[in-house]
């Protein structure tokens, strides 16, 4: 099996890939809100405001806000067309270039023959963009819908305002039915940070890459050299013959999972090291795991499929 996140050269960067200024309604300026990432250590940031009419199609420019240590990966928030329960799609797009085309989204409310969310993300993932489906269980969004958005490379698992907002952060089960349909997304966790509530630094993706500069960054998104976090760390994972071991942060818990039921968990105490036997999880087309630390923080390693194909 082969986890690109762990076996790609390189080291982690850790970023927030889902993020709003007040270029459209989030609070701050762009330029705070970089300087706010900075100073948290963060290595690198997406702002991606709401790309509608209302706000003039933002595609915020954050390159005046790189620095040394920093650096800013445009992108932005897509919005066009109406999910089965009549309200507009969310599709996160980080990679976008200042002149992409936007679709007749005058406000976050649908309009009969607009652009459909499928389309919008299939021309922003024809234009070079990392694209996920935004916070599913926000959303509402069933398994079934959030499959016709095909081109998402991912699914957000955990977006961090929308738990502290209103308690629905999760996408995993969502994920996990596009997983045991065959479709091979990955896993990311964001902040969706607004900065008008506890939204900020709560969830981010730690990506494989040589240099911390966007266009490494943005490949490794793609590529899945990445995995997600709210607290702690995953140094290393190694897939073997019969399990998988683990080298992390401090953690109390972790599990393997795969398609089906059935899962297999080791409960401790700080540790560093987990070794995981596949036991029933043998035959699962793909394996996944989450680390869990004693604040119940968690990370969560991208799939890996068992038959490479
Ligand atoms: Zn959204
Ligand atoms: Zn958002």
Request: with cysteine; glycine share 10%.
């Amino acid at each position: 099996m082969i986890d690109t996140a762990f076996s790609t050269p390189g080291r982690f960067w850790r970023g927030n890939i889902h993020t709003h200024s007040n270029r459209s309604d989030g609070v701050l300026a762009p330029e705070e809100v970089c300087r706010r990432y900075a100073a948290e250590g963060y290595d690198f940031l997406a702002i991606t405001d709401h790309f509608v009419g209302r706000y003039g199609y933002p595609i915020t420019d954050t390159l005046p806000f790189r620095t040394e240590g920093f650096t800013t990966i445009l992108g932005a928030e897509l919005h066009s067309g109406a999910m089965r329960n009549g309200e507009i799609w969310h599709i996160l797009a980080v990679g976008l270039s200042a002149d992409f085309a936007p679709p007749a989204s005058s406000d976050f409310v649908p309009v009969a023959d607009q652009e459909t969310g499928p389309a919008l993300a299939r021309r922003a993932r024809e234009a070079g963009a990392f694209v996920a489906v935004a916070h599913p269980e926000w959303s509402q969004l069933p398994a079934d819908e959030a499959a016709t958005l095909d081109a998402a490379h991912a699914v957000e698992i955990y977006n961090h305002g929308c738990a502290m907002g209103c308690d629905r952060g999760s996408g995993l089960h969502v994920a996990e039915h596009l997983l045991n349909s065959g479709r091979r997304v990955t896993l990311c966790a964001t902040d969706d940070a607004h900065f008008n509530e506890p939204d900020h630094f709560g969830g981010w993706v730690m990506v494989r890459a040589e240099r911390n500069a966007p266009e490494d960054l943005l490949a490794a998104l793609k590529s899945g050299a990445f995995y997600s976090s709210t607290g702690p760390e995953i140094h290393d994972v190694r897939w073997h013959d019969e399990g998988v071991e683990i080298a992390c942060s401090a953690a109390v818990t972790a599990v393997l999972q795969g398609q089906g039921t059935r899962t297999s968990v080791v409960h401790g105490h700080s540790q560093t090291r987990f070794s995981l036997p596949y036991g029933k999880l043998a035959g699962s087309p793909w394996l996944r795991l989450s680390i869990i630390d004693k604040a119940g923080k968690r990370a969560w390693t991208n799939p890996v499929w068992c038959n490479a194909a």
